[in-house]
């Protein structure tokens, strides 16, 4: 069986401020996709990152980053010098090629100013 | 990649009712997937559309409450049939392709 587990329900931050989103998962899959995805207030899926089992390579873009680790099953996610605009809930999602996305809960993001 | 558009964005509605959510892709994706996000909520499927039959639906979800369409490669329905406001939801069509996941801009249901 699948599963996301994004054991943080809400982080609130003050902007400029480092947070990491953390997501553990599930499989027994050997090749599997992870995905980030942002939802504003609007309701919209924003896709942020696609990374597949085999690359373990840690990316950069921005003021993102993602830390994917197959030792722990986890794949996190870091915001750099918070912004306003980043206040969204953030989802996790894991799926083996063709299968349809298993999402985690999800993680409220709140940055003040 | 693929580019989702649908439609309505937001509806309210009454009870009892149907409202049909129309995604179409601007290419040929694999799988097209159906989900309800409710207040608060994570992303629940609720059926993969197979194109030219009839949908597979996840447990708790029938084809009588959603029937689902997809006629071709690039075009899907949704219904959701008999309304109650326990239906209030976002509803969000996703795209598959090469193993990336596109996704619609949602439809925001409010039943009163």
């Known amino acids: 069986a699948q599963k996301v587990t994004q054991a943080q329900t809400e982080i609130s931050v003050v902007e400029k401020e480092d947070v990491t989103l953390d997501c553990v998962y599930e499989?027994?899959?050997?090749?599997?996709?992870l995905f980030w995805y942002k939802q504003p207030p609007s309701g919209e899926l924003v896709f942020l990152i696609r990374?597949?089992?085999?690359?373990?390579q840690n990316e950069i873009s921005g003021r993102y980053s993602w830390n994917f680790q197959k030792s722990t099953s986890s794949f996190n996610f870091t915001i750099t010098a918070s912004q306003v605009v980043d206040s969204a809930v953030y989802f996790c999602?894991?799926?083996?090629?063709?299968?349809?996305?298993?999402f985690g809960t999800g993680t409220r993001l709140l940055v003040s100013p | 990649s693929a580019v989702i558009s649908q439609k309505p964005s937001r509806d309210i509605c009454q009870r009892g009712t149907s409202l049909t959510i129309q995604c179409q892709v601007d290419?040929?994706?694999?799988?097209m997937f159906w989900y309800r996000q409710q207040p608060g909520q994570s992303l629940t499927l609720i059926a993969t559309?197979?194109?030219?039959?009839?949908?597979?639906?996840e447990s708790g979800f029938v084809i009588d409450k959603f029937p689902i369409s997809r006629p071709n490669l690039t075009f899907s329905t949704l219904t959701v049939s008999n309304m109650s406001p326990e239906d209030s939801s976002i509803y969000l069509c996703?795209?598959?392709?090469?193993?990336?996941?596109?996704f619609g801009q949602g439809t925001r249901l409010t039943v009163v």
């Open positions: 999602a894991l799926n083996t090629g063709f299968q349809k996305l298993v």
């Open positions: 499989t027994r899959d050997t090749t599997y996709y």
């Open positions: 990374r597949n089992s085999f690359d373990e």
């Open positions: 290419s040929q994706v694999t799988m």
């Open positions: 559309a197979n194109q030219g039959s009839e949908a597979t639906y």
């Open positions: 996703s795209g598959h392709l090469d193993a990336e996941a596109f």
